[in-house]
């Protein structure tokens, strides 16, 4: 899979960063690029914060992700469908590992 210099990946581990998060995308969407996000370990919290909301309804369903076994370690997994996460949207690492491989500019968080 070739990188495409107009994707921005972002690996969020963190959720003390939301802001800079949403600021980043919205950014990302002014210049026409595309954003593909992973939420793994603590940052699995951010499902439940207000701005996260504002990302599962700007970033298309199959490039918002959340680790499946971060959020379960977390205590959330019988809960992702009353958050309105989906199942497509609930991935393993393999989806950081396609992410890593598919975009041009990548950020941690």
Known sequence: MSKDPDKLGIFVT???????????????????K???????FKSTHLVVHPDFQKLRNRIPEEDLAICVAAFACEGYEPEYHNMGLTEKQMRTQAFHGELIEEVGKYFVL
């Open 14 to 32: 963190s959720p003390i960063h939301i802001n800079e998060l949403v600021k980043i995308v919205e950014a990302a969407y002014r210049k026409g």
């Open 34 to 40: 595309k954003v593909k996000i992973f939420f793994t």
